[in-house]
């Protein structure tokens, strides 16, 4: 085992430290106050190859590992988990997808400006859309549809919660085209967002990561040629799956960030605030929250490692993907709260970025699969 940064990930994590320090920073409360989309910010990032960070270069992506991955991840969430998770979705979910799934028309058409950011030097990245009103956790119960028509599918139904929904140009859209077989009647359906029939609904008012881009998106008789299914008829929820399983690597890694960020926020001001005389890191009580901070950062870190290393190496992840993201999200909640603590009434007021961290921090134990979905998948694995 080696527990030490090659020279290339040492370089990924400078890079993604220094744009998030530089250039996700500055505005941020801003950003979050104003639910002001992060354009400029993820436009920056496709230029440096973030937005298609795995995808192979050969589609125009930078070709690294899902360990580069997480260390950029990290880094950016440290300072804003609203622009990471624009590129966690654009990377785990759609342009995986895609590489892994997609025939070469669709790689070509569609993967290479996704995996580049941009198409006709204007951004250009990609939602995935699973999640409806009465379908969340429970993913089988599609009730968005598609009719065969010959020729091309009719897709009808609404998707909510989904991140990049008002910027993507390109809908990777789960829907039912035979209600009669459940799960297997599940087809993916990459859909363009400028096609007629499809609208885009209000941005969702959120507790944390306010300028993402979360909306609903409806779909009134939208036709999608036969040539936009992902894989196969009835591939879709196997699709979903897969395509879930990295992603928890990805909101693992959000997670992870928003956890370190927090706890590196709650040192520093401990050596700077004095009480009873004394620097506050002096004091027992504080010692004890910063080293409990620390031991769940490094333990979140190591599970998520553990998970990209895993993916890379053609090991199934899927336990291992579950236990980073559930621990993850659980570090992050618990450190950035305990954060807020040790500010005391400063960590309650926005300028000193802990409160913003500890909202954020909450959506990672609900997105791309609650807590308690993720005990369930763990459970199922450790009982086989």
């Not at 009465?134 to 991140?163: C, F, M, P, V």
Request: charged residues 25%; negative net charge.
């Amino acid at each position: 085992m080696h527990f030490q940064l090659t020279e290339e990930h040492k370089m990924i994590v400078q890079a993604a430290r220094d744009f998030a320090r530089q250039q996700c920073l500055p505005g941020v409360i801003e950003r979050d106050e104003h639910q002001k989309f992060p354009r400029e910010q993820v436009i920056q990032l496709a230029e440096l190859g973030f937005m298609g960070l795995m995808v192979d270069p050969a589609y125009g992506g930078a070709g690294m590992d899902t360990i580069s991955y997480v260390l950029a991840m990290e880094e950016i969430s440290k300072i804003d988990a609203s622009v990471s998770v624009c590129m966690s979705v654009n990377n785990s979910l759609v342009c995986w997808g895609l590489e892994a799934y997609g025939n070469e028309d669709q790689k070509q058409k569609y993967l290479v400006p996704l995996a580049q950011g941009r198409k006709d030097g204007d951004l250009y990245i990609g939602a995935f859309l699973l999640s409806e009103p009465e379908a969340g956790s429970d993913a089988t119960s599609q009730r968005t549809t598609a009719e065969d028509k010959g020729d091309h599918y009719l897709l009808n139904g609404t998707k909510n919660w989904i991140t990049n929904g008002g910027s993507a140009s390109v809908y990777l859209v789960m829907a039912q085209t035979d209600p009669s077989k459940g799960s297997k009647g599940i087809t993916t359906f990459i859909v363009e967002k400028n096609w007629p029939g499809v609208t885009v609904g209000a941005k969702e008012n959120k507790m944390g990561i306010r300028a993402s881009d979360t909306h609903s998106i409806l779909f009134n008789d939208v036709k999608v040629p036969k040539e936009n299914i992902i894989g196969e008829v009835g591939f879709g929820f196997t699709f979903a799956m897969k395509t879930l399983a990295g992603g928890r690597i990805g909101i693992a890694a959000q997670a992870l960030g928003i956890a370190s960020g927090a706890y590196e926020l709650a040192l520093e001001y401990s050596k700077q605030r004095k009480a009873f005389g004394k620097e506050i890191m002096n004091h027992q009580a504080i010692q004890f929250k910063l080293a409990d901070m620390a031991t769940k950062v490094e333990a979140a870190r190591l599970l998520c490692l553990k998970s990209a290393w895993e993916k890379d190496n053609g090991i199934d992840y899927t336990l291992s993907s579950s236990m980073a993201k559930v621990y993850a999200s659980e570090a992050a909640m618990w450190i950035s709260t305990e954060a807020v603590q040790v500010h005391g009434g400063y960590g309650y007021v926005k300028e000193y970025h802990v409160e913003r961290l500890m909202r954020d921090a909450k959506i990672t134990q609900i997105y791309e699969g609650t807590s308690e979905v993720q005990r369930i998948v763990i459970g199922r694995q450790i009982l086989k």
